[in-house]
C-alpha cells in the first residue's frame, strides 16, 4: 500500500504525454513556497494499493507513463519502487519528482533497496527543493530554475549527470 495525497488519472501538465500522477504523502523538505502543504504530513492522506493503482491504468489506453510526485516519493521508495518497475513492464515510462538531488540519490541507493530500485525504475527524475527565489512559472514541469529534468537511463549509463532541456 501506498500513502498517498492524491491520483490524477490523466494529467497532460505532471510530464511528457498523457500521465497518471501518484501524489505521495508525506515530505520533510519544508520548501518555503510550497504549493502542497497537505502533502507533508506523513500520517495524513489515504492508502492505495499498487494493484489498484495499476488496474486502474490498465482502463485508460492513452496513457504514455506514469509519474511519481509529492509529497516526497523517496520517502515511500520501496513501494515506489515496486510501482514504478511494474509499471515499466507494462511498458510505460516513469517518471519521478523529489526534493532530494540526484547525487543524494545515487549516494542512499548504495545503501537502500528501495531507493536503488526506485531510481533503477525512474526514466526521468525532476530533483531538487522548490526555491521561491528562484521561482519560474515558464518553466516546463518544474517550479524553480535550480530544479533539473534528468536523463536517468542515460545518466546511469555513462556516469554522469545528463539534463535535459
Ligand atoms: S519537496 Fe515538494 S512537496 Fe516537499 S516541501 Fe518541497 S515543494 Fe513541497
Not at 516519493?73 to 513492464?89: I, S, Y
Not at 522548490?130 to 529534468?149: A, P, T, V
Amino acid at each position: 500500500m501506498i500513502r498517498t495525497a492524491g491520483i490524477v488519472e490523466e494529467s497532460f501538465v505532471d510530464g511528457p504525454g498523457i500521465r497518471f500522477v501518484v501524489f505521495a504523502q508525506g515530505c520533510s523538505h519544508n520548501c518555503t513556497g510550497c504549493h502542497n502543504p497537505h502533502t507533508h504530513d506523513f500520517n495524513g492522506g489515504s492508502f492505495i494499493s499498487i494493484d489498484e493503482i495499476i488496474s486502474r491504468m490498465r482502463k485508460n489506453p492513452l496513457l504514455d507513463g506514469i509519474t511519481l510526485s509529492g509529497g516526497e516519493p523517496f520517502e515511500q521508495a520501496d513501494k515506489m519502487g515496486l510501482l514504478a518497475a511494474r509499471t515499466k513492464d507494462m511498458g510505460y515510462d516513469v517518471m519521478a519528482y523529489s526534493g532530494y538531488r540526484y547525487e543524494e540519490i545515487l549516494e542512499k541507493s548504495e545503501r537502500d533497496k528501495g531507493w536503488k530500485s526506485l531510481i533503477l525504475n525512474t526514466d526521468i527524475l525532476v530533483d531538487g527543493k522548490f526555491e521561491l527565489e528562484n521561482k519560474d512559472l515558464m518553466l516546463k514541469f518544474r517550479g524553480s530554475k535550480n530544479q533539473r529534468i534528468i536523463d536517468v537511463k542515460e545518466s546511469m549509463k555513462i556516469g554522469k549527470t545528463i539534463i535535459l532541456d
